[in-house]
């Protein structure tokens, strides 16, 4: 059974940092692209980066780049989304999610895999 474990989300001022882990179980790790949603109170969920499971593309939304960054390490199947310069509009539950690509494009119908959320607040 596939299981994607999110942790690392909390309360961070406007301007700090939290750092979210993804652990991945029942599946071949480095087969498939990891990424990271958010869905904010009242809002849609969006997507916010992708990692390919190799060497490959990765993906951050406008709203994140130049702050979060996305990484893998597929020896220990645990992806990460480090978050910098958090703002409260960054506040939403945050998933973690496994699919087959990761491009420009990236959305919710590319996901085959969902954690469960870790909920990430931004105080002003």
């Known amino acids: 059974e596939v299981q994607l474990v999110e942790s690392g989300g909390g309360l961070a001022q406007d301007g700090g940092s939290l750092r979210l882990s993804c652990a991945g179980v029942?599946?071949?790790?480095?087969?498939?692209?990891l990424g990271w949603f958010r869905q904010a109170p009242g809002k849609a969920r969006e997507a916010v980066s992708c990692?390919?499971?190799?060497?490959?593309?990765?993906y951050y939304s406008d709203s994140v780049k130049g702050r979060f960054h996305i990484s893998r390490h597929n020896a220990e199947n645990t992806a990460y989304l480090q978050m910098d310069s958090l703002k409260p509009e960054d506040t939403a539950l945050y998933y973690c999610a496994a699919s087959e690509s990761c491009g420009p494009n990236y959305d919710a119908t590319a996901v085959n895999y969902w954690g469960l959320g870790t909920m990430v607040t931004v105080s002003a």
């Open positions: 990692i390919s499971g190799g060497v490959g593309p990765s």
């Open positions: 029942g599946f071949t790790f480095e087969d498939l692209s």
